[in-house]
């Protein structure tokens, strides 16, 4: 549950907060425009604007403004704020933080210990450390609680790790990652697994980049083979890893609210090539068919803007109901899928002038968009898991 820690600026409070995101988002964002599908860095020269854009961030209080404010986070914070600054970046294709980086900074945040915290996070502030999440593997993807890997304690207090995870996001340019380990051999399910920090340069850690159909290494696998973590390696107590990680990606769910930019964009890009886009040599918008369809598309995107609106406002005071993540969840992702696709075929039916360069990167960003897009229905729990706990969880339907 997120909840506002303070009072709830004013409305005059949030647009005067709002231009100064802006404002900074124009002044110290890279040149360089967001990629679907391709948000990791391609070489060491973006890999350097992407740390040092993050680390402004930091030092802005726009983002990590909701850490205490010992470990370098705003006394006004309120989530809100968080919003519009992903709203902000978010409209001007600026590169977005990671966002296993946050879920790992409010793990340690609220399970770490002093020592931890002292330690990493002054990291996480400085962009030194980008975290990536193992989580899922093989046989355990959206279903985490099905881990195999697993963390085997020794004489001297130390643990050695053995194990495979897999669709590892920003893994092959992380320096670190949280893990979901078996520590317990006779348990299953949720049972007896725990949370370890694990360094990506550990002896016995090794990265494989999976190149996506986009042409892109976005995920990786990570293999674990005898990799030796140490006693305060540990995130928590032994067996709380299920509540441990269950309770960092609860942390995520408010993204959401500002991910929804994402549909508004991709009908803005929908219209542009529309608009500047041909069909037997007359704009593409003139044709019933195409103008109708992006219509009822808009339309879709109102609803699920309108829903995850409300979603986060009832988040925010502490309201929401069983099961509004999920909807939240499914309605963005859907919807997303939904609009991409009909832009990839719009793309690929309508001529564009070579020398319009807004119709060429319309196009592109469209096409792109759809072949990311899948990975909203499945990363953070797929839509066929989102549907489950909706039946069993808000609706109370047996299992079987």
């Known amino acids: 549950m997120v909840t506002a820690t303070?009072?709830?600026?004013?409305?005059?409070?949030?647009?005067?907060f709002r231009n100064h995101v802006r404002t900074f988002v124009a002044d110290h964002a890279p040149p360089v425009e967001a990629r679907e599908g391709h948000r990791a860095p391609e070489d060491a020269a973006a890999e350097a604007h992407l740390r040092t854009w993050f680390a402004k961030l930091f030092d802005a209080g726009l983002i990590g403004g909701d850490w205490p404010v010992e470990y370098g986070g705003r006394a006004d914070h309120h989530p809100l704020?968080?919003?519009?600054?992903?709203?902000?970046?978010?409209?001007a294709r600026a590169p977005r933080p990671v966002d296993q980086v946050n879920l790992a900074a409010h793990v340690l945040l609220h399970f770490g210990s002093e020592e931890q915290k002292r330690s990493l996070l002054p990291a996480i502030r400085r962009s030194e450390h980008i975290w990536c999440q193992l989580l899922s593997e093989p046989d355990a993807g959206s279903d985490i609680a099905n881990v195999r890997s697993r963390a085997t304690r020794v004489?001297?207090?130390?643990?050695?790790v053995d194990g495979q995870k897999t669709w590892i996001t920003d893994g092959h340019w992380a320096d670190m990652g949280l893990a979901l380990l078996r520590t317990d051999p006779g348990s299953s399910r949720h049972h007896g697994l725990s949370v370890f920090t694990v360094p990506l340069d550990a002896e016995g850690v090794e990265v494989r980049p999976i190149r996506t159909v986009g042409d892109a290494i976005?995920?990786?696998?990570?293999?674990?083979t005898g990799v030796t973590l140490s006693a305060d390696q540990l995130v928590g107590e032994v067996g709380q890893g299920w509540s441990i990680i269950m309770a960092g990606l609860d942390f995520e769910r408010f993204g959401i609210g500002g991910n929804v930019i994402l549909l508004e964009l991709l009908i803005d890009d929908l219209v542009s090539l529309g608009r500047a886009g041909t069909v037997d040599g007359r704009p593409a918008l003139n044709c019933e068919d195409i103008r109708l369809t992006v219509a009822n598309?808009?339309?879709?995107?109102?609803?699920?803007?309108?829903?995850?609106?409300?979603?986060?406002?009832?988040?925010?005071?502490?309201?929401?109901?069983?099961?509004?993540?999920?909807?939240?969840?499914?309605?963005?992702?859907?919807?997303?899928?939904?609009?991409?696709?009909y832009g990839a075929e719009l793309a690929a039916s309508v001529t564009v002038d070579p020398s319009d360069e807004a119709a060429r990167r319309a196009k592109d960003r469209l096409r792109e968009s759809w072949l990311?897009?899948?990975?909203?229905t499945v990363s953070g729990g797929s839509s066929e898991m989102m549907r489950n706990i909706l039946a069993k969880r808000r609706l109370l339907l047996p299992s079987r």
């Open 6 to 16: 303070g009072e709830r600026p004013t409305e005059e409070e949030l647009v005067a």
């Open 81 to 91: 704020h968080d919003r519009i600054v992903s709203e902000e970046i978010l409209r």
């Open 155 to 160: 004489g001297d207090g130390t643990w050695v």
């Open 218 to 224: 976005e995920v990786n696998e990570v293999f674990l």
């Open 297 to 341: 598309l808009a339309v879709e995107v109102e609803v699920a803007k309108a829903f995850i609106d409300d979603h986060v406002e009832r988040m925010v005071v502490g309201s929401d109901e069983v099961g509004d993540g999920s909807i939240a969840k499914l309605s963005f992702a859907e919807t997303y899928h939904r609009v991409s696709a």
């Open 372 to 376: 990311w897009s899948r990975a909203y």
